[in-house]
């Protein structure tokens, strides 16, 4: 894969209103387990091997399959609006954008949604 943007996986996770796993809250402190780390969704662990495998394995890449860009534009009912505004035909979007895997789709979707 060669996403030159990979920080749009977040953006365009945000913008369909999907949480984007990590590290954010600070850790907490409990009488019972100590140090408890937390991911933004709510998962805690008291291991950051734990908490880093869950952010990897829950965080989508838009940019290796596109397939779940134009999933999620469906879901919130943007996938017409985003096909016609692109304007390539079937076969242009196949070629330009589902056989891509650098993030084109992703990003034509955010700046479509701006
Ligand atoms: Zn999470």
Not at 2 to 20: R, S, T, Y
Not at 29 to 52: A, D, H, P, R, W
Not at 73 to 84: A, N, Q, S, V, Y
Request: charge should be negative; hydrophobic fraction near 35%.
């Amino acid at each position: 894969m060669n996403d030159p943007q990979p920080e749009n996986n977040k953006k365009f996770a945000e913008l369909v209103g999907i949480c984007w796993h990590e590290n954010d809250p600070p850790p907490i402190y409990t009488m019972e387990y100590g140090i408890v780390l937390v991911c933004k969704c709510g998962f805690k662990t008291q291991s950051l091997t734990e908490l880093n495998k869950h952010i990897k394995e829950s965080n989508p890449d838009y940019a290796a399959d596109p397939r779940l860009v134009l999933r999620e534009m469906e879901r919130i009912g943007k996938l017409m609006g985003f096909l016609i505004e692109l304007n390539l035909g079937a076969c242009g979007f196949i070629y330009s954008y589902i056989l891509d895997e650098t993030g084109k789709v992703r990003d034509a979707a955010i700046k479509f949604m701006k």
